[in-house]
């Protein structure tokens, strides 16, 4: 069995869970997001998705789960800020994360290309490397496919100004998907209960991604209070 391979059979109809806190937050810590990430893995969660490689290193140290890594970095003149340039993948890589997700959707890149004119290269320099595509449509997906990623994200869904509108979790977007791909569909974005959980793992996707619901306490009590200021 080949490393890839070896990964994907680790993660199969299992959770994965996102353990991010942004600069703004509170939460903000590599040390924080460590323990965020070993109370995941208890709670049952096989994988981890984390960003930057001073997270992914202190999370390495306290588990031993396959890590999804990212890196949100936001350049200027561009929408693209998950690990948006060549420079962001050759940290990661050296890093060793398991895999690396990157922002697939069809927005300029930094560097004035489009992910059809950039991956091309970055699949060939790294040949064994897991790359999971972070996408908001199926158009998005399919491209992805053909350019040769591993493994399909809906990550991006309701997040790009041209599906700012989707209802998430996006399961009409997610079975599409399972349908007409041959390579795992992660699902990711929106899934804020075991219900939609469960409802996304009924549509066959190869494994899921939960992050906020779990991980982001500031959101989680902005959702309750939200819930009892409307009438």
Known sequence: MNKKQKI???????LIVSCQALPEEPLHSPFIMSKMAYAAMLGGAKGIRANS????KEIKEMVGLPIIGIIKKVYEGSDVFI???NKEIELLYQEGVDIIALDATKRIRPDGKTISEVF?????????????ADCSTYEEAKEAYELGFDCLGTTLSGYTEYTKHNPLPDLELIERLVQDFPIP???EGGIW?????????NLGVH????GTAITRPMEITKKFIHAIQVN
């Open 207 to 210: 494994t899921a991604v939960v």
């Open 53 to 56: 490689v001073e997270d992914i």
């Open 185 to 187: 569909v992660i699902a």
């Open 83 to 85: 690990t948006p340039t």
């Open 193 to 201: 209960t075991p219900e939609e959980l469960k409802c996304v793992f």
């Open 120 to 132: 091309p290269e970055i699949r060939e320099k790294y040949k064994e490397q897991i790359f999971m």
């Open 8 to 14: 994907f059979d680790l993660i199969h109809g299992q």
